[in-house]
């Protein structure tokens, strides 16, 4: 199975490619549009800020890549919301796959900390990506914008308020938090990903 990694202008990738390599699977990390055609599976993973990553994907015309890929997909953090419509962080159209709006969390009570950073649940995993949980599990997310609640959203988490964890539409797939850092359960949703 060929797997590639979205190469573009955003950080925390080689954990996601190390992640795989702990699995057996050696990814390639490419921007070429044909290599990414060509995989099996394509994951867009990364931390960055939204505005940037998209003057990125457009000069490279990755957006358009990305937006005709037809093999499963699994973005990974700001790769999920890269995915989504608008994002608040830099007032920014993204790639439209999922038709919701990027917001940024605005804390109610002093102990709400923005970035949210740390292990939390998911809840109501429904989707073949959460195949073998049932609800509950922690996964380790890091970031200061959510996707609200869809009619995409396939896992929830509560925090300040209650948002996406993960999304699915047709063969695109996406995680707020970071399988490659969850530990065993995140290993499985990888697994999982890789089967679909």
């Not at 057996?24 to 549009?33: F, I, K, R, S």
């Amino acid at each position: 199975m060929k797997v590639a990694v979205v190469k573009y202008n955003a950080g925390n990738i080689y954990s996601v490619i190390h992640a795989l390599q702990r699995m057996g699977v050696d990814p390639v990390l490419t921007d070429d549009a044909s290599e990414l055609r060509q995989a099996d599976r394509v994951l867009f993973p990364g931390q960055g800020e939204a505005s940037t990553a998209m003057r990125y994907l457009r000069e490279r015309g990755l957006d358009e890549v990305i937006r005709r890929l037809t093999q499963p997909v699994l973005g990974i953090c700001i790769g999920q919301q890269l995915l989504c419509r608008h994002s608040e962080e830099g007032d920014v159209d993204c790639l439209g796959i999922f038709d919701a709006e990027v917001k940024r969390f605005c804390p109610e009570r002093h102990e709400d900390k923005v970035p949210h950073m740390g292990w939390n649940q998911i809840e109501r995993p429904s989707s073949m990506l959460f195949d073998g949980f049932s609800g509950g599990e922690y996964v380790y997310f890091v970031h200061s914008y959510y996707v609200p609640l869809c009619r995409e959203t396939i896992a929830t988490t509560q925090y300040i308020l209650p948002f996406s964890a993960s999304l699915h539409k047709d063969n695109f797939y996406a995680t707020q938090f970071h399988p490659e850092k969850s530990g065993s359960v995140g290993e499985q949703i990888l697994r999982n990903f890789l089967r679909l």
